[in-house]
Nanobody, 122 residues
Framework: QVQLVESGGGLVQAGGSLRLSCAAS????????RAWFRQAAGKEREFVAA????????LYADSVKGRFTISRDNAKNTVYLQMSSLKPEDTAVYYC???????????????WGQGTQVTVSS
């Protein structure tokens, strides 16, 4: 059974930081690209960041560039999302995903976690 499990969400004040983690189990995910998406209440899911299987290539949504950093530790089958200078509009459920290529389209990812809530208070 393939599983992606997110952790690290919570409540933080605007301007604060959080680090999300996504651990993979069930298969070796070092060959997969990994990504983070988010979905705010009443809105569609949107791309946040992606990283290639080797970690050498990254993509970011314009809304998070310069504030968020995606990284991975293939030895631990874990991907991270370091979020800084958080804004109330970053409030959402954050999902991690795994797929063949680091792309912005969610339908290109085969595996998804259950999500972790991030709430940024003003």
């Amino acid at each position: 059974q393939v599983q992606l499990v997110e952790s690290g969400g919570g409540l933080v004040q605007a301007g604060g930081s959080l680090r999300l983690s996504c651990a993979a189990s069930g298969r070796a995910f070092s060959t997969y690209a990994r990504a983070w998406f988010r979905q705010a209440a009443g809105k569609e899911r949107e791309f946040v960041a992606a990283i290639s299987n080797g970690g050498w290539g990254t993509l970011y949504a314009d809304s998070v560039k310069g504030r968020f950093t995606i990284s991975r530790d293939n030895a631990k089958n874990t991907v991270y999302l370091q979020m800084s200078s958080l804004k109330p509009e970053d409030t959402a459920v954050y999902y991690c995903a795994a797929g063949s290529l680091a792309l912005k389209q969610g339908d290109r990812y085969a595996y998804w976690g259950q999500g972790t809530q991030v709430t940024v208070s003003s």
